[in-house]
C-alpha cells in the first residue's frame, strides 16, 4: 500500500522537473521516510525468509541424525540378535555331544569300562548240580548286556542303554534304563570293589530305599 502511494509521488516530481527544466530539490515531505520504511520491510521480509530457510535446514539436518541413529541402533540389536541365537545353538550342540557321550567320564572326561563278566545275586534255574544266577552281565561301552551261559559261553537274552556312567573314589557308577523305562543305577561298593550295588533309582537321594541286593552284580571269578 505504502509503495503505491510513494510511485504518484515520484512520478509527479519527474514531471515537473520536465517541465520547467529545474531539478526538484527539496524533497518530497515524507517520500524519503516512506522509501525507507518500505526498504526496512522489504529487508526484514528477505531476513525473516532467510531465517525460515536455516530453520527448515535445521530440522531436516536434524531429522536425518535422529533416521541415522535409529538405523545404527536397529543394526545394533540385530546383531545382537544374531549373536544370541548363535550362542543358544552352540549351547545346544554342546548340550547334544554331553548327552550322546556315553564312554567318557561326564565330569572328568576320562574313559569308563567294566570288564569281566558279572552275575545277579538271585538264582534263577539249577542247572545239573550248578546253581545259575538270574542272569550273567557284561557291560559295554553302551550298553549293559543281561545273558545265561550255554556251554560256557556267554548267551545274550536282552540288553539296556547306558545313559550315563562315572568313575567315583571306589570304583564306578552307571545309570541306565531298561527298555520298559526302569531307570537304576550301578555303583560300586564301598566294602568290596568286586561287588556293584544295584539302586532302582537314578537319585542318590533315594538309593537307602531303592537298594536290591538280588539285583546287585558280583564279578565272576571264572
Known sequence: MKRKLILP????AMMLTACTGEAVTEPVEGASEEISAVANTDISVETKED?????????????????????????????KSSDAADSKSSASQADTKTTDSKTT??????????????????IGYMDGDDMQPDFY????????????????EFVL?????????????????????????????????EAD???????????????ADSYSGGASLSKCTD
Do not use: R
Not at 9 to 12: E, K, L, S
Open 51 to 79: 531465517e525460515a530457510d536455516v530453520d527448515v535446514s535445521a530440522e531436516a539436518a536434524s531429522e536425518a541424525s535422529t533416521e541415522a541413529s535409529s538405523e545404527a541402533s536397529t543394526a545394533a540389536d540385530t546383531a
Open 105 to 122: 567320564d561326564a565330569k572328568s572326561g576320562d574313559s569308563v569300562t567294566v570288564d569281566g563278566t558279572w552275575s545277579t545275586g538271585s
Open 157 to 189: 537274552d536282552h540288553s539296556d542303554k547306558i545313559k550315563s556312567s562315572e568313575k567315583t573314589a571306589n570304583g564306578v557308577k552307571i545309570q541306565a534304563e531298561s527298555s520298559k523305562g526302569v531307570q537304576y543305577t550301578f555303583q560300586t561298593s
Open 193 to 207: 570293589s568286586s561287588t556293584l550295588e544295584y539302586y532302582e533309582t537314578w537319585e542318590e537321594s533315594k538309593f
Open 9 to 12: 509521488i515520484i512520478a509527479a
Open 137 to 152: 552281565v557284561q557291560f559295554t561301552d553302551t550298553e549293559i548286556k543281561y545273558g545265561h551261559k550255554k556251554n560256557g
